[in-house]
């Protein structure tokens, strides 16, 4: 399997994605100022369209400021100065303003309600930077992972907001649904009402994510059953490329001429250890949630999982709206859908066999009472055994 680090690993099904890079570039080439909110579930591939944009400006001669973001507790700035102000960030180190942010951030406590006044100086700072840093020239802002962002960074980016996009600069925030922060909240409100233009990244098409398969492990073709695992992973590129390690981890991909098929059930448990980590992040009251959604199946109504559950539909509802913003169940109606099979099975067989029963017993009660045909009702009474 090619090694996803390497620089030759291919993009695969995102033409659309990068002709609008490329559009967004050249209007800022031209002159112009523009900002993207770039958004998907965990895995989607940002950080991957992110590298692709970085090597579209190089060779456009643009330059890329890219800043990381490592959690909400990071130093004050954390963000913008990884951004603005690291070892290669050219242009204006030698600048006044430079200087004095530099000297500024050195003494700045923790809490802004510590040194109000050195805070708002910090934020004119910082913001004089990034007005005046495409005045020789066009620039891309790159804000990788903005849900992570420190506070400053983020009050910093909402007041930029009320002024609109950054002159000759491309700026590209990237985020995943959850978690959810207020702070957050205002600075996308705000870019938003300042024209930001808003991307959500979709997982792969199904021919896509075959295309990534078959690159990965070099093949023609991918054989049924692997292409069936694969179809489990609803897109996810980082599923894609975990289901491949997996597979190869556990010796179960047979070549035969170019096609490449799964033999045998070896690797079942690692794959649920695929599944559970992709969902990790959600905490454990949205997990709990999920993992009794997952005796209904692939989709299930929410009044039939609040009956399951016996909890308030109100009460799930708020719950699942985590699961809604990390693009693990999509709704359809009063219906829910779990996006990847692959996370529902694992919450599935994450479950201990007598809460599975239990969860089984209660599914019969609950979509017997709710109307459902009787071989559904049976069908799960069978499991409660
Ligand atoms: N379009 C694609 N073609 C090929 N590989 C891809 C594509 N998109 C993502 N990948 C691969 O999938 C994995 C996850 O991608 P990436 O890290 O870009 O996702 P992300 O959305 O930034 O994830 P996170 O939510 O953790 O920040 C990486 O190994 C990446 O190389
Ligand atoms: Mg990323």
Redesign the pocket.
Known sequence: MTE?TSPT??????GAELDDIDELLSSVATGGGATVLLE?E????????VEALQRAAELLGIEVCLGRAVGPTAAPYAMLTDALLGPARGRDDAGPVVAELTALLEVLPRERSDAPARFARADELFAALVRRRGEPGPWVLVLE?VHLADPCTLHLLAGLAGEGALPRALTVMTM?GVPHRADLDVVVAGWTRAGARYLE?RP?SPAATAE?AQHLLHAGSIGPALRGVLGTTGGN??L??DVLRTAEACGVLERSGGVVEAVGTGWLDELDEVGRAHVQHLGPQVLTMLGQASVLGGSFVVGDLAALAGEPVTECWRTLRHGLAAGVVHARGDRLVFRHDLVRTSLYAALDEGQRRALHARAAWALRAAGAPPHVVAAHLERAR
């Open positions: 996803p690993r291919p993009l695969v099904g995102r998907g965990a895995g989607v591939g940002r950080t991957r369209l992972d995943r990244l792969l990534l590129p980082r894609v490329v």
